[in-house]
């Protein structure tokens, strides 16, 4: 007896060469899993119907850090295939359902990638059209979060009101929607209310306390068609200056689904100082939402973050000897010089223009993996030589600290160590000698964002009252493209009177010379490359003199 067997031919192919596991769902959501029978490999596949005036074959060429590679798009009589490449990863959706709203800082972060990805997209002529929590892709293992797909179909609250039933073709102004919509998302944990935002005050329920970021909301979300954004640029211009401003506020991640801290930038690219950026000020704002915001539902908590004193603990040895060095000269009730937030815009910053493209080069959330310290170390270091700071460095804190001793101890912590027969981390500080001020001065104006707590100084007496202007000058100058000679002129003669009043502000007991000059100057990238424009004498002629910053304004606190 001969046993018969049911023989079943095998699965058609879609379009001719995709192994689909469920044609239903590509048809239902607008995307799913398939294997590519021509190349073997597994692809994100997704339909698109034709219309009017929209051409997707452009996709394929798009290439962007946070745009997820579109591998081909095929098209057909009726419709557009887009195959994608099948990542493993998470979507922000299952993310913030796990783990809760973001913290503010890290939703800007990423509702800046996400938009900086898109107006590429929109320069070349083409537009998304699907942006939404299920599409945008984090947990990455071999890129930097987050990715944007082109996965399923939006859902209703991510679509332009005025789209959702007329048929029509998405174009910027839908992704500016769907990409403010994106942020409410992070924020609050909730998809944005579904005609938009009537009034700012509708933020009100979520706690949502930085204007900016209400206004931001507001503008891309309105509901009132003439008060909403139709495009990305404001968007992404006033979050780039609010990341500016707020980016050291963020706790340390507890996981690796969180952010990586920002890359450091080269210095034509570090964010400049604006004209409320200075060397001091007040603390920024910072935005805290409540556990519960709406009525009959409960918003999921932020998890717990590192707290950023664990680095500071291990150092505490080192700080209390720095501390002590000058902790004595600072309390003995002299009137201390408060140095005034004062600014002169360089040639690069986001701030630097209120029109233009943005360029998020500018802004430290350009997405390249970096094993590095705080953010503030990361701008720090787009500053310094490479190899000055430890890859671990911790700096956010003399953003927020006012005592000279401590803070000029936390960036001398945070100066590298070396090998052979270089100088260790505290010789390479220490021989910086009195132009540790304007090093430390001058970092925190490029890096601080607005209104870090004001440095202070001894009052040194109406004989030296050129040293805090003087300083004040060459801080600023450090991110300048213009030659610094007369600054550092300027700052020498100022600190040797510091040191001849016999008040010195305990950072040296010798006046400065060619060693600490030369250590300062080989310490910066941008110092080095004034210096050489200026030519090989190393002196100033007086036009270059006359040249110098003006004095600051200062103020005397008791």
């Known amino acids: 007896m001969v046993e018969s067997h049911e023989s079943s031919d095998p699965k058609p192919l879609y379009a001719g060469r995709l192994l689909l596991a469920d044609e239903s769902t590509l048809i239902s959501t607008g995307s799913a899993e398939a294997v590519d029978q021509l190349t073997n490999q597994t692809v994100i596949v997704a339909i698109e119907a034709k219309s009017e005036g929209r051409v997707l074959s452009q996709l394929a060429s798009a290439s962007h850090a946070h745009l997820n590679p579109v591998i081909e798009v095929i098209e057909r009589s009726d419709d557009w295939l887009v195959l994608s490449r099948a990542v493993s990863a998470k979507r922000l959706s299952g993310q913030v359902a796990e783990h809760g709203r973001k913290q503010p800082v890290e939703a800007v972060r990423m509702a800046l990638r996400v938009a900086d990805a898109l107006t590429q997209l929109h320069d070349m002529g083409l537009s998304h059209g699907r942006v939404h929590p299920d599409n945008v892709l984090v947990g990455l293992t071999d890129s930097v979060d987050p990715s944007l797909l082109f996965g399923t179909k939006s859902p209703t609250a991510y679509i332009l009101p005025e789209r959702r039933s007329s048929g029509e073709p998405p174009d910027a102004r839908d992704d500016t929607w769907a990409a403010t919509a994106l942020l409410y998302f992070m924020l609050t ?11 700012v005050a509708d933020l009100d329920a979520f706690a949502i306390e930085d204007t900016l970021l209400r206004e931001v909301l507001f503008h891309g979300l309105a509901k009132d068609r003439e008060k909403r954004a139709r495009t990305l640029f404001a968007l992404k211009r006033e979050l780039a200056r609010w990341f500016i401003a707020h980016a050291a506020d963020e706790p340390m991640p507890q996981s690796t689904l969180m952010s990586h801290k920002p890359p450091p930038l080269p210095p034509s690219m570090a964010p ?3 004209a409320s950026v200075g060397i001091v000020g007040g603390s920024p704002s910072e935005m805290h939402l409540p556990a519960s915001v709406q ?14 004193s664990v680095p500071l603990t291990i150092g505490a040895a080192v700080l209390g000897i720095v501390v002590a060095w000058g902790i004595s000269t600072l309390r ?6 408060v140095l005034k937030n004062r600014f002169v815009p360089g040639a690069n910053g986001v701030a630097a223009t209120a029109s233009g493209p943005i360029d998020l080069a500018e802004v430290p959330v350009t997405g390249k993996e970096q094993e590095s310290g705080d953010a503030t170390a990361s701008c720090v270091k787009g500053y310094l030589r490479d190899g000055t700071l430890v890859k671990t ?3 956010d804190p003399i953003c927020k600290e006012s005592e000279l001793p401590r803070s000029l101890g936390l960036l001398r ?7 052979g027969t270089a100088p260790t981390s505290a ?6 000698g009195w132009y540790s001020l304007p090093t430390l001065a001058g970092l925190r104006q490029a890096c601080c964002g607005d209104n870090p707590p004001a440095l202070k100084l001894p009052d040194l007496g109406d004989a030296c009252s050129d040293f805090v202007p003087a300083l004040e000058g060459l801080a600023r100058a450090i991110g300048s493209t213009q030659s610094i000679e007369a600054a550092i002129r300027r700052f020498d003669e100022a600190a040797k009177c510091a040191t001849k009043s016999g008040r010195a502000i ?3 007991a010798s006046p400065p010379g060619p060693v600490s000059e030369k250590a300062f100057r080989d310490a910066f990238n941008t110092v080095q490359t004034a210096t050489d424009n200026a030519g090989a004498s190393g002196t100033s002629s007086p036009a270059t003199a006359a040249s110098a910053p003006s004095a600051a304004p200062t103020s005397r606190a008791p």
Request: aromatic letters at 10%.
């Open 295 to 308: 009525p009959g539902s409960a918003l999921p908590p932020p998890k717990p973050v590192w707290l950023r």
């Open 427 to 432: 010789a390479r500080f220490d021989a910086l």
């Open 332 to 337: 003995k009730g002299e009137q201390t010089v």
């Open 506 to 508: 305990g950072i040296s």
């Open 272 to 274: 400049s100082p604006r």
């Open 393 to 395: 460095a911790q700096l």
């Open 413 to 419: 912590m945070a100066f590298a160590s070396t090998v």
């Open 189 to 199: 944990a909730f998809a944005p209310p579904f005609d938009g935002l009537q009034s």
